[in-house]
Nanobody, 120 residues
Framework: QVQLVESGGGLVQPGGSLKLSCVASGIIFRAADMGWYRQAPGKQRGLVAAITSGGTTSYAQSVKGRFTISRDNAKNTVYLQMNSLKPEDTAVYYC??????????????WGQGTQVTVSS
């Protein structure tokens, strides 16, 4: 059974930092392209950062230079280091595992989400 479990969210002041973690089970983690998405109230879910199975990273323009995505295949974990947080970063953050580049790979999977609130 595929399971993605996020942690590390919380309340932080503007300018602060948080590190999100997503632990995967039930998948061949090293073969997955992993992503962090976020969804604010009344808005669509959107991609924040992604890291391919080979380690190539990409970021939404709004978080470039502030957020860093990384992965540890030995721990089946993907991380999102978030620095210089702004109130507009407030959202539920979701972890995603995608195998669309894998022949006969499993469907995409999502975690349950972790709330990040940036407020003074």
């Amino acid at each position: 059974q595929v399971q993605l479990v996020e942690s590390g969210g919380g309340l932080v002041q503007p300018g602060g930092s948080l590190k999100l973690s997503c632990v995967a089970s039930g998948i061949i983690f090293r073969a997955a392209d992993m992503g962090w998405y976020r969804q604010a109230p009344g808005k669509q879910r959107g991609l924040v950062a992604a890291i391919t199975s080979g380690g190539t990273t990409s970021y939404a323009q709004s978080v470039k230079g502030r957020f860093t995505i990384s992965r540890d295949n030995a721990k089946n974990t993907v991380y999102l280091q978030m620095n210089s947080l702004k109130p507009e970063d407030t959202a539920v953050y979701y972890c995603n595992a995608d195998f669309s580049r894998v022949v006969d790979g499993p469907p995409s999977s999502w975690g349950q989400g972790t709330q990040v609130t940036v407020s003074s």
